[in-house]
């Protein structure tokens, strides 16, 4: 469905990118109206809305008043307009699909734009795809890391989100700063926007539920293939295609794997070696040994990276030498040296109790004394970090620990100093309370759900 000049359009969610949305429609369509659902917008940030010609409302509205409702895929189906809507049969678009029909009317001539959602892996997948394509093009990336020009190795912005329409505000940043590109890389949550040229599902491994609790995350993921464009590329992990069943004719279905599977189009032979097989293509590309980085942590994003960089005709050899190249990511299970101590970076916006253990076990295999800081600095961020999940972390793990600082306001009824359980409020502080409490060549590990 297209946009009308006459439509009215009700936009809810204004907390996940509605506002960018009702702003981009406003000159569009002939009525706007932005709905708070969770009323976490401020009255000054209301008032501007309403400036630009956008009405606001903090309560749920008649549906049938509207032509045309936008609403996340993770809004509760029970939400009154959500209902409403479907008992009068108004239409209801996602905001990915409204954030494509806005990015269609985008110059993106004699450009390549690759989305990437997925569970897990999704920024180190963007940033080592970014990477191996830089040799030959100019690339900029969004991700969780920000706007970043690959060119010029410079960062165009932080702190944006990967909201659907997170990827209309980092395009208008890039022209903004005129900066001219290639090839677009842009991370985005629960899905695609239909307009992607190589859309990439990571994995829907560790599944959970959105729209309070009434359906699954990977079903939102889903329409990365749903809604792909005609003759497009998707690039999707087995785990995912296995899930959703027979796909699209009209696409170039691209699969790959972390082990041994001949079916898929890139595999990894063996731990050293990921062989490919696409048409005539077909080869092996050798792995590095890991320098400042587990390796293991980035098996998905190895494998997804040189699928997608394949299925752009990016030669094997650029794609080998890259990976040489690669370092790791920073929060991703980053090693680096901090004060005469080891520092072991796994603080993300995707960091959760399941990664946290993976970082432990990798920590004690360097043999060295540990102290964890673990936690969230806003449980906002991707659902939080679950104080059940990290009370039971504790009691499995405290005993492998020299001490444990936590952070996050959720997290302070588990802090017990007699057991050498801290606080800190924020991730700067952890770091710095645990470089107090520890000595040269003692690691830190530092697994705090974040943005960076």
Request: charged letters at 25%; proline letters at 2%; glycine letters at 6%.
């Given at each position: ?9 009700a936009?809810?969610d204004?907390?996940h990118?509605?506002?960018?949305i009702?702003r ?9 109206t ?10 000054a ?12 409302s903090?309560e749920?509205l008649d ?5 045309l ?12 307009m ?10 209801v ?5 409204a954030?494509?029909q ?5 110059n ?6 690759v ?13 080592l795809?970014?990477q191996?394509l830089?040799g030959e093009?100019?690339?900029?990336s969004?991700?969780s890391r920000g706007i970043?020009d690959?060119?010029t190795?410079k960062?165009v912005?932080?702190?944006?989100s990967?909201?659907p ?7 208008d ?8 590109f290639e ?6 949550s629960l899905g695609g926007?239909g307009c992607?040229d190589?859309?990439v599902i990571?994995?829907?491994a560790n ?6 609790g009434?359906?699954?995350a990977s079903d939102?993921?889903?329409q990365m293939?749903?809604n792909a ?7 999707v992990?087995?785990?995912?295609l ?17 082990s041994?599977?001949a079916?898929c189009s890139v595999y ?6 990921i062989a490919?097989?696409?048409?005539k ?5 050798c792995?590095?040994?890991a320098?400042g980085?587990?390796i293991?942590a ?17 030669g094997?050899?650029?794609i080998g030498r890259a ?9 991703r299970m980053?090693?680096?040296?901090l ?6 970076d796994n603080?993300n916006?995707g960091?959760?109790?399941r990664?946290?253990e ?10 060295e004394r540990i ?12 659902e ?8 039971q ?7 492998e620990?020299?001490a444990?600082?936590?952070?996050g ?9 007699e ?8 991730l700067?502080a952890?770091?710095e309370?645990a ?10 590990l530092?697994?705090v759900?974040?943005f960076?």
């Open positions: 469905m297209q946009f009308k000049s006459s439509h009215r359009v936009v809810l204004l907390t990118g509605g506002a960018v009702a981009k429609l406003r000159n569009i369509v002939s009525e706007i932005a709905i708070d659902v969770y009323k976490t917008m401020d009255a940030e209301l008032d501007a809305l309403e400036n630009c010609g956008i009405k606001t903090r749920p549906a049938s008043d509207f032509d409702i936008i609403a996340p895929v993770h809004l509760d189906s029970n939400y009154p959500l209902k409403d809507a479907l008992s009068n049969n108004i239409p678009l996602s905001h990915h699909v954030a494509g806005i990015l269609s009317g985008y993106l001539k004699n450009k390549t734009l989305e990437i959602t997925g569970t897990k892996a999704k920024t180190s997948t963007a940033i795809l970014a191996i830089s093009k100019k690339v900029v969004h991700t970043e690959w060119s190795g960062s912005r932080k702190g944006l990967i909201t329409a997170s990827i209309l505000l980092a395009l940043a890039v022209e903004e700063a005129g900066i001219e090839v677009f890389i842009s991370e985005i926007t992607a190589i859309g990571t994995t829907i599944d959970y539920k959105i729209a309070s009434t359906r699954l939102a993921k889903r293939i749903l464009k005609p003759k497009s590329s998707i690039v992990n087995k785990d995912a296995r899930f959703f069943g027979a796909c699209r004719r009209d696409l170039n279905i691209i699969s790959f794997t972390e041994i599977d079916s990894y032979e063996d731990e050293k070696t490919y097989y696409l048409d293509k077909h080869g092996r590309i792995l590095p040994d320098q980085y587990d293991n980035y098996k998905t994003a190895f494998a997804c990276a040189t699928a997608a960089a394949l299925a752009m005709n990016i094997a050899d650029v990976l040489c190249d690669f370092g790791g990511a920073e929060g980053k090693k680096t040296s004060a005469g101590r080891t520092l072991i603080s916006s960091m959760d109790i990664v946290a993976k970082a432990l076990e990798f920590s004690k295999a360097q043999g102290v964890m800081v673990l936690g969230e600095e806003a449980k906002e961020v991707c939080g970090l679950d104080p059940s999940g990290v009370e972390f504790i009691q499995k793990h405290l005993d620990l020299a444990l600082v936590l952070v306001e959720r997290m302070k009824p588990l802090v017990n100093t057991d050498n359980i801290h606080y800190a409020g924020n700067a952890g770091i309370l470089k107090k409490m520890t000595h040269e060549k003692d690691i830190i530092s697994c759900k974040c960076r």
